[in-house]
């Protein structure tokens, strides 16, 4: 594990990435948005002249190779390689291929990072594939994930993982921005358990039921894990 060193995701237009930059980190991110790319290379062309940033302009999967990319053109979030997911507003955009390849290959040529935030509109279980081919040993000490199935707590816990904290991302005042991670993260670590019941019931809308999370029925949340071996 490279303790200055961070993985970010789904960089889209590299709000997260600025943040990590702030702190003092130095940033692998990944996109597979050829528009977003270009952007976020003007963005941070003095980040990457100086060896901070590194941006690979590709996506995640189990295999290397093409695959078709669905842009969405007014929720360029929601951009994916899944069509469905990518233009679920019915916002049909431009469908470009994109080179894709294991987040294994990615950590053989740049380290493992000392957190690794994911947001890939699904593709997040490609991240959690790789995870699971390596030694719990060699994990990042935080990770963080967009929750969008229960089942990707689980996969968390079942990589060793124990501490959770789910993050309203309305909640952090970090506008267009996933916001702190780590201790740094808004609330306490909890346990799986906790975490899962939590996310349920907010998620099944029982609102009424879950202690800490917001009864706003337009947020989304965050996954987020820590090492405690």
């Given at each position: 594990?490279?303790?200055?060193l961070i993985?970010?995701i789904g960089?889209?237009?590299?709000?997260d990435?600025?943040?990590?930059?702030?702190?003092?980190f130095?940033?692998v991110?990944?996109?597979?948005?050829p528009?977003?790319?270009e952007?976020?290379?003007?963005?941070?062309?003095r980040?990457?002249?100086?060896g901070?940033?590194?941006i690979?302009?590709?996506?995640?999967?189990?295999v290397?190779?093409l695959?078709?990319f669905?842009?969405n053109p007014?929720?360029?979030?929601?951009?994916?390689?899944?069509?469905e997911?990518?233009?679920?507003d019915?916002?049909?955009?431009?469908?470009?291929?994109?080179?894709?390849?294991?987040?294994t290959?990615?950590f053989?040529?740049y380290?493992?990072?000392?957190?690794?935030?994911?947001?890939?509109e699904?593709?997040?279980?490609?991240?959690?594939?790789?995870?699971e081919?390596?030694d719990?040993g060699?994990?990042?000490f935080y990770?963080?994930?967009?929750?969008?199935k229960l089942?990707y707590?689980?996969r968390l816990?079942?990589?060793g993982y124990?501490?959770f904290k789910v993050v309203?991302?309305k909640?952090?005042?970090?506008h267009?921005?996933?916001?702190?991670?780590?201790?740094?993260?808004?609330?306490e670590?909890?346990?799986?358990?906790?975490?899962?019941?939590?996310?349920l019931?907010?998620k099944?809308g029982?609102?009424?039921?879950h202690?800490?999370?917001?009864?706003?029925?337009?947020?989304w949340?965050?996954?987020?894990?820590k090492?405690t071996w």
């Amino acid at each position: 594990m490279i303790p200055d060193l961070i993985y970010d995701i789904g960089l889209h237009v590299g709000n997260d990435t600025a943040y990590y930059l702030s702190e003092g980190f130095r940033v692998v991110a990944i996109e597979a948005n050829p528009m977003l790319v270009e952007h976020c290379k003007q963005r941070f062309a003095r980040e990457m002249q100086s060896g901070l940033l590194r941006i690979l302009p590709i996506g995640i999967s189990n295999v290397e190779g093409l695959m078709s990319f669905y842009v969405n053109p007014r929720n360029t979030e929601w951009s994916a390689f899944d069509k469905e997911i990518a233009w679920r507003d019915g916002q049909e955009g431009p469908v470009v291929d994109v080179p894709v390849m294991p987040l294994t290959e990615i950590f053989k040529h740049y380290g493992m990072p000392y957190f690794l935030k994911s947001d890939i509109e699904t593709g997040d279980r490609y991240v959690l594939d790789a995870l699971e081919s390596l030694d719990r040993g060699a994990l990042p000490f935080y990770m963080s994930i967009e929750a969008h199935k229960l089942e990707y707590l689980a996969r968390l816990s079942g990589l060793g993982y124990t501490d959770f904290k789910v993050v309203d991302q309305k909640a952090h005042q970090m506008h267009a921005c996933s916001g702190p991670f780590g201790e740094k993260a808004p609330g306490e670590w909890v346990s799986f358990e906790v975490a899962s019941y939590e996310w349920l019931h907010w998620k099944m809308g029982h609102r009424d039921r879950h202690a800490w999370l917001t009864n706003d029925p337009m947020t989304w949340h965050d996954f987020h894990a820590k090492r405690t071996w």
